[in-house]
């Protein structure tokens, strides 16, 4: 018997009902929803290499406005500052309270301008106090101010305005500002010229300077000013251009810090009683759009040398000696951010002197506006934008060799 030859199968065309359809596209929408949802933590998953080391930056908190100052409370909780404004609560975990804390005076947010540096009093499991420099408003303009308070819930009570930049100015830009106790507990807060660079080498107007007092506001004895007459005896130093990094040496005590030039001319300076850091007498930096030279040159008498200056510019902003054990290659280096730069600066030392420097993260987060390292020993960073973030640096295993 024959076999008859097999027909080819015929084609059936899927028809789908307009409800078939609808339900179709909406689970494929509902899967494209998924995927960006994740797309950020598949972005945290990225490894970044630095000298021996590998990490991940995971971003911990989304939503906050041009962040500016991040401070960890004994609980766990984060305090950040918004530049806008707003003092905000960020749990252990991450989660950004709704609510921002309330109780803060009037924040004249205006240019670089706002709400500045947070900072916890040394002894704050004691005695509750913490710390924000802002700017005010007051006769003649606008000038950096710091008040301490106790948070009470969602607001602040006790406020009390330690500090009153003098004399206030109608510009709108270099107000600093951060917030550093040494061991003695004094606190340093340090100042911008304020956009009027000749403020910074009078010795009776705050601008330009590093302010020290007592954690109450007091002047101390020991001030280098105090006593000399028409001196303002709040300043520490002068000659600054405008410092928006300031860190305490682990093993020194003392206060270090970095400060923004013109173009170009960062710097990197130990911050020490009544010494002149030269602004704008000496720079390295030049005019903005003409790169004309400013003041008299790179050096004079009496008049401090960096320790390291940028040229061109990164713009550095935050700053913070690494002591932990997460990153054992990099204990003792000292972490500044860059707002310019977009990028994280890792800086060894030999004492005093830096010897080399590492470029981490560059064009990967945006601006760096502030450096910490968390109670959990990983490094924190806030990114400045309008819907900054902190981000957690967190190592890796070193990379196995196939």
Request: avoid cysteine; glycine fraction near 12%.
């Amino acid at each position: 018997m024959r076999a008859l030859p097999l027909s080819p199968p015929r084609k059936r065309r899927l028809t789908l009902s307009p409800l078939a359809r609808f339900r179709y596209l909406l689970a494929a929408g509902t899967l494209l929803l998924v995927v960006a949802a994740l797309l950020p933590s598949l972005a945290n998953a990225q490894v970044f290499s630095g000298d021996g080391q590998r990490f991940r930056a995971v971003t911990v908190t989304e939503g906050l406005e041009h962040p500016w100052g991040l401070a960890f409370l004994p609980d766990g909780r984060m305090l950040v500052s918004e530049r806008p404004g707003r003092l905000r609560l960020v749990s252990a975990d991450g989660k950004l309270d709704p609510q921002p804390v309330g109780g803060l005076p009037p924040i004249a947010a205006v240019g670089q301008g706002g709400l500045l540096d947070v900072a916890l009093h040394p002894d704050y499991a004691r005695n509750g106090w913490l710390y924000l420099s802002y700017a005010g408003e007051g006769p003649g303009g606008y000038g950096t101010e710091v008040l301490r308070a106790k948070l009470d819930g969602h607001a602040l009570r006790d406020v009390q305005v330690l500090f009153r930049l003098q004399p206030k100015s109608t510009t709108s830009h270099h107000f600093g500002s951060r917030l550093v106790f040494d061991r003695q507990g004094y606190l340093y807060i340090t100042l911008g010229d304020r956009g009027e660079m000749d403020r910074a080498q009078r010795l009776d107007d705050h601008a330009g300077s590093v302010i020290r007092l007592h954690d109450d506001g007091r002047v101390p004895a020991d001030n280098p000013f105090v006593g000399r007459a028409g001196a303002r005896p709040e300043k520490f130093t002068l000659g600054n251009r405008n410092i928006q990094g300031a860190a305490l040496h682990p093993q020194t005590g003392e206060v270090w810090a970095h400060e923004h030039g013109p173009q170009g001319g960062d710097e990197i300076n130990i911050i020490r009683a009544g010494v002149n850091y030269g602004w704008p007498v000496i720079t390295y930096g030049r005019n903005y759009v003409t790169g004309t030279k400013i003041g008299e040159g790179t050096a004079k008498s009496g008049m401090a040398q960096p320790l390291l200056q940028w040229t061109p510019s990164i713009a550095p902003s935050g700053m913070a000696f690494y002591t932990g054990d997460r990153f054992p290659a990099w204990r003792g280096n000292l972490f500044v951010g860059a707002l310019a730069g977009q990028m994280l600066v890792r800086l060894q030392l030999d004492g005093e002197r830096i010897v080399r420097e590492e470029r981490l993260l560059e064009g990967a987060l945006g601006r760096i506006r502030d450096v910490r390292q968390g109670p959990d020993g990983h490094i924190y960073l806030l990114t400045d934008s309008p819907q900054g973030r902190i981000v957690r640096l967190e190592p890796l295993p070193a990379a196995t060799a196939k």
